[in-house]
């Protein structure tokens, strides 16, 4: 997995097309090689996620970094909020 932080933004997937950086437009860009998608930016992506309880939690993404030769997510385990149900008559 492949990720870049442009501008201060983290782009964690490889988009299916895009532009490279001498203007030509490219189809199946996610499935460039890696030293071309290292030659645009793209560093490894390595994420850290913790264990959590699928029932009552969610995945929420909490720091990217970049540390240089890669880039780092951290995820955190969130609590799901609440299902609302329908109450009162119809």
């Given amino acids: 997995m492949m990720a870049r932080i442009i501008d201060g933004i983290a782009e964690l997937t490889l988009p299916d097309s895009g532009i490279l950086m001498d203007g030509r437009t490219v189809s199946n860009y996610h499935l460039l090689p890696d030293a071309v998608l290292l030659a645009e930016g793209w560093k490894p992506l390595t994420e850290i996620r913790p264990e959590f309880d699928a029932a009552t ?9 970049d540390t240089g030769d890669t880039i780092t997510a951290t995820y955190k385990a969130v609590e799901r909020p609440e299902e609302i149900g329908f109450q009162g008559e119809m």
């Fill in 57 to 65: 939690q969610s995945m929420a993404l909490d720091t990217v970094v």
